[in-house]
């Protein structure tokens, strides 16, 4: 079964004294075809989102404005992130379960995905995740 992957990617800062610019081009710094953008912004930090996992999306969240904590999990290993720099993505690929939290200071959450809309690529249950995980187990043994 298709294992979950996360790591940060750091891209590249054009600057001059005018200010500063992020290019993000399919394949070259963006490790897929991005097919869709979206952006998550008006949050509230007492209100987490997320609470799901994808079958095969990939995806790098952004933090163009503000931050924000993502807690990521994977069949074997839990992680977490803070994404506080326009200069920093996080690529998820697969199933991992996200939960985003503690947005900041008018956070602006920018993701590019690898795919459209497509609902029946999520896994909105926990334990629908869980017993995935226990199907990629017993595959290894
Ligand atoms: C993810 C995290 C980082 C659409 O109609 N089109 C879209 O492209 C998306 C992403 C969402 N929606 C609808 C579905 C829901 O009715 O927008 C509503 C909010 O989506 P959701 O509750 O899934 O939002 P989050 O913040 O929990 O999750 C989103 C993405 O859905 C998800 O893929 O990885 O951001």
Redesign the pocket.
Known sequence: MLQGEHKILTFDIHGDERGKLISLESIKNIPFDIR?V?Y?FGTDSNLP????A?RK?K?I?IAVNGSLKIKVETWNEKAQYELNSPAKGLY?SGPVW?E?FDFQNDCV?L?L?SDF?N?ED?IRDKSVFNKMKRYTESDSN
């Open positions: 869709r979206y998550i989102r997320g609470f799901h994808h999306l995806q969240l998820l996200r985003m959450l993701v995905a809309y609902e999520y």
